[in-house]
């Protein structure tokens, strides 16, 4: 004889919302800040009338979202650091509607390159050397793509912060990021880094002479550089024989 399973305490969406509802309000109210500890599961439970799971189930959004962060043994913290979006959802929404990456690029190219004007006209000397040390660490490791990648994408991190707009640093981490993945992968072709290097360094000496104008100019060319790079490594990856069908399939048609 088969038992039926039962599900205890099972999680509503509802409840669930009801968790971040919480502690939104929490934070709209001042009653948390940025490094307070949340109470115990089983106390957030108890005062949103909800399940324990429920709880962990709305943490865990929230966490997405980077408004909490778990630490094990300790509890959930409210999250410290600069608000970051998560690529995860714009990259399947990218799938679901069919968005090539160029439309994400294309995105990518205007929200940077309005983000480096701003940074000309706002950067601080700290900032500036921050974008200066990365420069110079793209030259030192152009014999190491990997390397070289690690400081490409500092920089660019770099130039959103001094351009001193937390919601735009947020949005060009999550465009950027989409393409981290990828970079990885081709960073080790046969290219010449220095010349990456040097249009970073473009980027860099424009912000430091307050320059916005360049400074966008020379953003926009070295992603639009970086784009017409990509599809071509992307073109190299289409096997021979799938070049065979396709043009197979345009005779026959």
């Not at 050397?129 to 690690?150: C, K, N, P, Y």
Request: no cysteine; aromatic share 2%; glycine share 6%.
């Amino acid at each position: 004889m088969v038992k039926d399973t039962v599900v205890e305490n099972p999680v509503k969406p509802d409840a669930a919302e009801n968790v971040v509802a919480h502690v939104r309000d929490l934070l709209t109210k001042g009653e948390v800040k940025p490094g307070d500890r949340l109470p115990a599961e089983r106390e957030l439970a108890l005062q949103i009338g909800v399940s324990r799971p429920s709880v962990r189930a709305g943490l865990q959004a929230l966490a997405a979202m980077g408004v909490v962060e778990a630490r094990r043994g300790s509890g959930t913290y409210i999250s410290t650091g600069p608000p970051v979006l998560s690529s995860g959802p714009l990259q399947l929404l990218a799938i679901l509607h069919g968005i090539p990456r160029t439309q994400i690029y294309e995105a990518r190219r205007v929200l940077e390159g309005r983000t480096a004007r701003l940074a000309a006209e706002r950067a601080a000397g700290e900032s500036l050397a921050e974008i200066s040390e990365e420069v110079m660490g793209m030259f030192a490791s152009t014999d190491d793509a990997q390397t070289f990648l690690l400081h490409d994408i500092r920089l660019h991190r770099a130039v959103a912060r001094a351009a001193g707009n937390l919601v735009l640093s947020a949005l060009v981490e999550m465009v950027s990021a989409i393409f981290y993945e990828h970079r990885k992968e081709t960073a080790n072709r046969d290219r010449d880094l220095r010349v990456s290097a040097e249009q970073h360094r473009r980027i860099y000496q424009a912000i430091r002479d307050r320059d916005p104008d360049a400074a966008e100019r020379e953003m926009d060319a070295h992603l639009q550089a970086a784009l017409e790079r990509m599809e071509k490594e992307d073109s190299k990856l289409v096997m021979p024989s799938q070049k065979n069908s396709a043009a197979k399939r345009t005779r026959s048609n």
